[in-house]
T-cell receptor
Framework: EAGVAQSPRYKIIEKRQSVAFWCNPI?????LYWYQQILGQGPKLLIQ????????DSQLPKDRFSAERLKGVDSTLKIQPAKLEDSAVYLC???????????????????FGPGTRLTVT | EDKVVQSPLSLVVHEGDTVTLNCSYE??????LLWYKQEKKAPTFLFML????IEKKSGRLSSILDKKELFSILNITATQTGDSAVYLC????????????FGKGTRLHILP
């Protein structure tokens, strides 16, 4: 099966500019995650969608970051305006987890895309 | 606050050695614990553990979960230079927000 697709793979922008990342999850995966991974740290969840609804965006800096998954399939993450501290790898992941599975003891594997390395200068 | 703590943060060993990586967690409504290997960019899945005491094994890698003591270990035997990577532990919860929390990872370097 095709994996999680992300683009672009690399992006260099100046601070205060805008940038957008795109992610296409594995077909049929209801849940989509955006993570920010700063060098030397584990991935930090920015936002989680189930279908086209937001499940968790508590760690998303909403003054500058926005994300959407309008049709419940692919998703975009935007930063406007970018700051130096936004330099990181932005990872998209998807899983089969669904809202009705909440409370289930079954685990769900996340599949990650290749990531986008953002450098803000 | 839910958290996942991995140790050590970094480890350097010689090829052929056996290593044990640790992951402890404090998460309400635990669902599963996942191990990933991250070499360059995207983490790749290694194991998912949901039950205590059942070892998962894949080649030279194995992992086990202790839900009473809230930790997991990842063992790699007869290490090879290709095992050099960051190993990430993540815990999935059944909380209302269905959050998955990652540890900071253990950076493993295998010397030839």
């Amino acid at each position: 099966e095709a994996g999680v697709a992300q683009s672009p793979r690399y992006k260099i922008i100046e601070k205060r500019q805008s940038v957008a990342f795109w992610c296409n999850p594995i077909s049929g995966h209801a849940t989509l995650y955006w993570y920010q991974q700063i060098l030397g740290q584990g991935p930090k969840l920015l936002i989680q969608f189930q279908n086209n609804g937001v499940v968790d965006d508590s760690q998303l800096p909403k003054d500058r970051f926005s994300a959407e998954r309008l049709k419940g399939v692919d998703s975009t993450l935007k930063i406007q305006p970018a700051k130096l501290e936004d330099s990181a790898v932005y990872l998209c992941a998807s899983s089969l987890k669904r809202v009705r599975d909440r409370g289930s003891g079954d685990g769900y594997e996340q599949y990650f895309g290749p990531g986008t390395r953002l450098t803000v200068t | 606050e839910d958290k996942v703590v991995q140790s050590p943060l970094s480890l350097v060993v010689h090829e052929g050695d056996t290593v044990t990586l640790n992951c402890s967690y404090e998460v309400t409504n635990f669902r599963s614990l996942l191990w990933y290997k991250q070499e360059k960019k995207a983490p790749t899945f290694l194991f998912m553990l949901t039950s205590s005491g059942i070892e998962k094994k894949s080649g030279r890698l194995s992992s086990i979960l202790d839900k009473k003591e809230l930790f997991s270990i990842l063992n790699i035997t007869a290490t090879q230079t290709g095992d050099s990577a960051v190993y990430l532990c993540a815990v999935d919860s059944m909380n209302r927000d269905d959050k998955i929390i990652f540890g900071k990872g253990t950076r493993l370097h295998i010397l030839p």
